[in-house]
């Protein structure tokens, strides 16, 4: 959250109350239709109601648990949430720029997805921990892959995301342009975490084949948006 304009960003925390229930039933339409919502994003919508005087910045649920995610689930999702800002930003005084507007539906929408993929990390990295521990190369091979998809899936929304950046470069000035450099740092910085972590995880398989294949896509990959990064950090 931000204070007062020209004052120091802040960053709160509101914690969910455990004694409601997380789904809540909404009212009927006319049509008898029956529509949930969960608790988290109930709040998120209303989150400006509990800081009064303050300009939210950007919103977004997480969970605190045992398991740490990868710190590049966690970078992926800030900057999901700071390209959906400076997407909202960029539209906030031109409703009639329908390009615009797609840059904040589809910012909106990778923000919420990246958000639910810090637990789906979190899901298959506690067994990959577990089967590295046993020593059971089986076990291990078959709990690789799905920590390896997620960290692709993180890369492949990352892309996305840049893509997004460079479009919206263009439209960006002021405080928008500093949203759209801090998403690009977070992006560049959660596709650097995880090609690291795949090309590491490629030399536990004995297939020189797949760590060969592995690192050149990557080092692709990098070469490529390695670019688009650089242009959207150009003055």
């Known amino acids: 959250e931000k204070g007062e304009k020209g004052g120091k960003t ?4 509101v914690q969910v109350p455990s004694v409601l229930s997380r789904i809540i039933e909404l009212p009927q339409d006319e049509n008898n ?3 949930v919502v969960l608790l988290e994003q109930l709040i998120e919508y209303n989150i400006e109601k509990l800081f009064t005087g303050y300009e939210v910045v950007c919103a977004f649920p997480y969970r605190i648990i045992r398991n740490a995610s990868s710190g590049a689930a966690m970078t992926a999702a800030v900057a999901a949430a700071y390209l959906y800002r400076a997407a909202a930003l960029c539209a906030k005084d031109k409703a009639e ?4 507007a797609w ?3 589809n910012s909106e929408i990778l923000r919420t997805y990246m958000v639910n993929l810090i637990d789906e990390d979190v899901k298959c990295r506690g067994p990959l921990r577990r089967a590295i521990s046993e020593g059971d190369p089986r076990k291990i091979e078959a709990a690789h892959q799905p920590a ?3 960290a692709n899936e993180i890369v ?3 892309t996305q995301c840049l893509d997004l950046l460079a479009e919206l470069k263009a439209s960006a000035d002021g405080e928008a ?3 759209v450099r801090a998403a690009a740092e977070f992006a560049m910085a959660a596709i650097r975490a995880c090609m690291h972590y795949t090309v590491a995880m490629s030399l536990g398989c004995g297939d020189e084949t797949y760590q060969f294949i592995t ?3 990557n080092e692709l990959t990098l070469e490529q948006y390695g670019k688009v990064y650089e242009a959207i950090l150009a003055e």
């Open 148 to 150: 390896a998809a997620i």
């Open 103 to 105: 840059l904040v539906r």
């Open 97 to 100: 720029d329908e390009r615009l």
């Open 10 to 13: 802040q960053f709160a925390t």
């Open 156 to 158: 492949n929304m990352m």
């Open 33 to 35: 239709g029956r529509y």
């Open 177 to 179: 342009m500093v949203y």
């Open 215 to 217: 690192r050149r896509e």
